[in-house]
C-alpha cells in the first residue's frame, strides 16, 4: 500500500485547510483509516479516524469540533478538513491504514509520508 498526503500549508490561527490522502497498492476500502499528527519534539499523536464505510469517525479531544474527517472510496481517498486551526495544531500530519479502528500509532499497518502544517499566532 502507498499513500500520498497533500494539502499541507501556513496558515494563519482561525484558518482552514484541507489535507488528502490518496491510497493504491490494496483495496482501500477494505482498511480503516485515520490521521496522526507528530510536533517536534512530542511523540506522534492520534487526530481522527474512520471506518471502512465511512461510519463512526473519532476524534481526539483536542480536535472535536474543528477538524472533520471523510473518505471517498471511489476515489480510494481520506480527506481531514481543518477549521479554526490553533498553533497548536502545528505538526507534520499522517495519514493511516490500519485493519482495525484504532487511535494508537501502534496498530497503524501502512504510513503516509506526511504533510507539513503549520499556524501562526
Known amino acids: 500500500v502507498q499513500l500520498q498526503a497533500s494539502g499541507g500549508g501556513l496558515v494563519q490561527a482561525g484558518g482552514s485547510l484541507r489535507l488528502s490522502c490518496a491510497a493504491s497498492g490494496r483495496t482501500f476500502s477494505t482498511y480503516c483509516m485515520g490521521w496522526f499528527r507528530q510536533a517536534p519534539g512530542k511523540e506522534r499523536e492520534f487526530v481522527a479516524a474512520?471506518?471502512?464505510?465511512?461510519?463512526?469517525?473519532n476524534y481526539a479531544d483536542s480536535v472535536k469540533g474543528r477538524f472533520t474527517i471523510s473518505r471517498d472510496n471511489a476515489g480510494n481517498t481520506v480527506y481531514l478538513q481543518m477549521n479554526s486551526l490553533k498553533p497548536d495544531d502545528t505538526a507534520v500530519y499522517y495519514c493511516?491504514?490500519?485493519?482495525?479502528?484504532?487511535?494508537?500509532?501502534?496498530?497503524?499497518?501502512?504510513w503516509g509520508r506526511g504533510t507539513q502544517v503549520t499556524v501562526s499566532s
Open positions: 474512520i471506518t471502512r464505510s465511512g461510519g463512526s469517525p
Open positions: 493511516a491504514i490500519s485493519t482495525i479502528a484504532t487511535v494508537f500509532a501502534g496498530d497503524i499497518n501502512y
